[in-house]
């Protein structure tokens, strides 16, 4: 069911009557959202997004064009998920069994993700399932992230490595010991914290 304050959902949309979304939320052209799927308020679905059936979207959500969502996925408040960006579901992927059957929903099991709040994965990344990208992470463009990231973590390449810890602003923090400092807010971010 839409919320009847719901703000837009373009008529190219497709968003199932089973799925709920809350007041303010924006879908745009040629979006799809199947049944079971829950988005919050003042969320944000760009054009030619992909939400799976029983995906949970958190508030203030940005998804921006292109972004693949699949079951198994829970995505907290504040999370921005870039262009392009792909979050999977099958660790072992293959079409057939090995006896050669096409397989089906039963035939493989599906890796939750939970992507914390705040946190962003950049254009183009793909996140592997069963991993936890913790609160403020920042997942760099193109980087395929095969193992959870601790709160604050910055992490890049393929598979993806952590090179440092991100601030609440965006910005990588630098070391300042015992714990980190943005140049760019000031924040401070103490040892403690940088840690999943
Ligand atoms: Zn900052």
Not at 8 to 28: F, K, Q
Not at 154 to 181: D, F, T
């Amino acid at each position: 069911m839409i919320s009847a304050s719901v703000a837009l959902v373009h008529p190219t949309a497709e968003v199932s009557p089973e799925a709920l979304i809350g007041a303010g939320t924006r879908i745009w052209h040629q979006a799809q959202v199947r049944e079971g799927a829950r988005l919050g308020c003042d969320c944000i679905v760009g054009k030619g997004v992909y939400i799976d059936f029983g995906v949970q979207v958190g508030d203030k959500v940005k998804i921006q064009n292109g972004a693949l969502l699949y079951h198994g996925l829970t995505v907290e408040s504040g999370v921005f998920i870039g262009p392009g960006a792909c979050m999977a579901n099958d660790l072992y992927p293959r079409a057939i069994t090995p006896e050669g059957r096409l397989k089906g929903n039963d035939d493989w099991a599906v890796g939750p993700t939970l992507i914390c709040y705040g946190a962003s994965i950049g254009a183009g990344a793909i996140v592997l399932p069963g991993v936890t990208i913790g609160r403020f992470a920042l997942v760099a463009a193109g980087a395929a992230v095969t193992r959870s990231v601790p709160e604050h973590g910055l992490v890049a390449g393929v598979p993806a490595r952590l090179i440092g810890y991100a601030c609440e602003c965006g910005r990588p923090m630098k070391l300042s010991p015992p714990g980190w400092h943005c140049p760019a807010c000031g924040r401070e971010l103490q040892p403690g914290e940088a840690h999943a």
